[in-house]
T-cell receptor, first 113, second 114 residues
Framework: DAGVTQSPTHLIKTRGQQVTLRCSPI?????VSWYQQVLGQGPQFIFQ???????GRGNFPDRFSARQFPNYSSELNVNALLLGDSALYLC????????????FGPGTRLTVT | AQTVTQSQPEMSVQEAETVTLSCTYD???????LFWYKQPPSRQMILVIR??????QNATENRFSVNFQKAAKSFSLKISDSQLGDAAMYFC???????????FGDGTTLTVKP
């Protein structure tokens, strides 16, 4: 079975622009979580979605939004990009909210110039 | 809120030797899960080992084992017979039951010398 997939792999944007990152969970997994990993730090939780509903939100501004589709794939949107948004964005899936083991995708490297 | 602290930004080990990575956490919960993840330069986060807080027995996965001290809120990772492929950033993570959020430490970079 395919693991968690994310697209694109790399992305370069200019300050003020908007970006959409995509994630496909492992087949059968209904929960998707998003993390931001700034260089040299551990991942920081942004969102969790389960059955198309937001189940958790980290300490990120409203410029960050996400959604989950009927096929359980997910998009993370970031508006009005800032230089500080440059990071590796990780998507993780797990079977459901009761199952604690998360599987991570390879990430999308976002560079804001 | 839970916090996870990894006090060793960098560690080095000789191939075939044993190394221990430290992790402490802070929580008021009695039930939770702890994880060690490995992130090679390719950046794919890989689960190394997990520990349920209600289990007294320390988890073991082949060359990887943990020393879980619940009262001390300590969760160290021991890598035995270190291999070149073990070189990576290692993250300790905490997760509450029924939560989609994992809280990570800032990682320890492990170098394995041939």
């Amino acid at each position: 079975d395919a693991g968690v997939t994310q697209s694109p792999t790399h992305l370069i944007k200019t300050r003020g622009q908007q970006v959409t990152l995509r994630c496909s969970p492992i087949s059968g997994h209904k929960s998707v979580s998003w993390y931001q990993q700034v260089l040299g730090q551990g991942p920081q939780f942004i969102f969790q979605y389960y059955e198309k509903e937001e189940r958790g939100r980290g300490n990120f501004p409203d410029r960050f939004s996400a959604r989950q589709f009927p096929n359980y794939s997910s998009e993370l949107n970031v508006n009005a990009l800032l230089l500080g948004d440059s990071a590796l964005y990780l998507c993780a899936s797990n079977l459901d909210t009761l199952f604690y083991e998360q599987y991570f995708g390879p990430g999308t490297r976002l560079t804001v110039t | 809120a839970q916090t996870v602290t990894q006090s060793q930004p960098e560690m080095s080990v000789q191939e075939a030797e044993t190394v221990t990575l430290s992790c402490t956490y802070d929580t008021s919960e009695s039930d939770y899960y702890l994880f060690w993840y490995k992130q090679p330069p390719s950046r794919q986060m890989i689960l190394v080992i997990r520990q349920e807080a209600y289990k007294q027995q320390n988890a073991t996965e082949n060359r990887f084992s943990v020393n879980f001290q619940k009262a001390a809120k300590s969760f160290s990772l021991k890598i035995s017979d270190s291999q070149l492929g073990d070189a990576a950033m290692y993250f300790c993570a905490y997760r509450s039951p029924n939560a989609g959020k994992s809280t990570f430490g800032d990682g320890t970079t492990l170098t394995v010398k041939p």
